[in-house]
């Protein structure tokens, strides 16, 4: 019998490499893993909605567009996911991240947050939903080989 393959989505920040990061961890570690995550191109998620379904008068109303197109995506995918990694960076207000992560977490998914330390404050209450709290992309990788094969 086929070894079962957890889906992970990777949700959050789109500025910095650390999907890649996870997903040459969950490679170098040969973990039955598929990575799924929203689309991170900035400008084409931005512009989905208005390219698919027309033109806004508007800023506020093709970011909702696009927001609205972009969630059947994203809530497919974390319906779909066994783990959801939510990643917030230090440059951009993320509230997509925050609302990913309680979206995942009244989904029941088991959600691992990712940033770094100097956020600690500001995410307490995000990090509270979770059941980890990650600070690099190499403990994200080591957390679900522990969760997966038990293995530390």
Known sequence: MAEKRWQVY??????SDWREQIHAGVEAAGLPVDLLS???DHDRSDRCGVAILGEEPSAFWQDHKGARVN??????????ADVVVVRFGDK???????????????LGKPVIILHDPALNHALKEVDGA?????ETPQQVVKLLAYAIGGKL
């Open 10 to 15: 990777l949700s959050g920040e789109i500025h």
């Open 38 to 40: 929203p689309v991170t």
């Open 71 to 80: 969630a059947i995506r994203n809530r497919t995918l974390m319906q779909r």
């Open 92 to 106: 951009y207000k993320q509230w997509n991240a925050a609302f990913d992560a309680g979206c995942a977490s009244t």
């Open 130 to 134: 979770a059941l980890a709290v990650a």
